[in-house]
Every structure is written in C-alpha cells, then in structure tokens.
C-alpha cells in the first residue's frame, strides 16, 4: 500500500481536500473495476507526493461524501483544487490520463 495515498471518509474529507490538488477515487471492495485501477491510484500517490494528494473513498462507508458529489457509477474520479471540483472522470483510465489530469491543475 502506498504510504503517501489518503484514506478519505465522512469525517475527514473536506478537511484533506479544502488545499491544494487532491485527486480522489470513489470506490467499493466489490467493485472490479475499481480492484483494477487500484494500482495506479497508489503509484501516483507516491509519485505525486509532495506536489498533490491522492486518495480513496469507500462509497459504502462515506455516504455522506458519496451523495453530495453525485457519484453514481464507480471507479468514479474526481479531482478537487482547493475543496472544488475541477474534474470528473467514471471508468478505468490509464496512469498517463491521471497524470495529465493531475499536471493541468497544478
């Protein structure tokens, strides 16, 4: 497990998320999709380090978060500068996607 990748849930998230670049990948343990690109999510968090945030949210144990950003589909990807969203994506990506996704907003 990545050591630098955020654990995000109810309680926590606005507060990881109010600075700075944060990407956050919306997901589920059940979800295949998700096991799939779990991977790629970690690599950036190390890699990214420093720069920006990477981290994970369960939609079944952060509902609250779930609902208020509308994630209805996962893997489910949202990137937020300074607590706002600046970009949504749903489905697996390849590592160079969120990389560049990452780099634009910085």
Known sequence: MAESLLHLNDENFEAETSSGV??????ADWCGPCRMIAPIIEELADEMSGRAKVGK??????????????????????????????????????????????EEAL
């Not at 893997?75 to 996607?97: Q, S, Y």
């Open 57 to 102: 949210i369960d939609i079944e144990a952060s509902q609250s978060v779930t609902a208020k950003y509308q994630v209805t589909s996962i893997p489910t990807i949202i990137l937020f500068k300074n607590g706002e969203e600046a970009n949504r994506v749903v489905g697996v990506r390849d590592k160079a996607a969120l990389q560049s996704l990452m």
């Open 22 to 27: 944060t990407l956050v990948d919306f997901y």
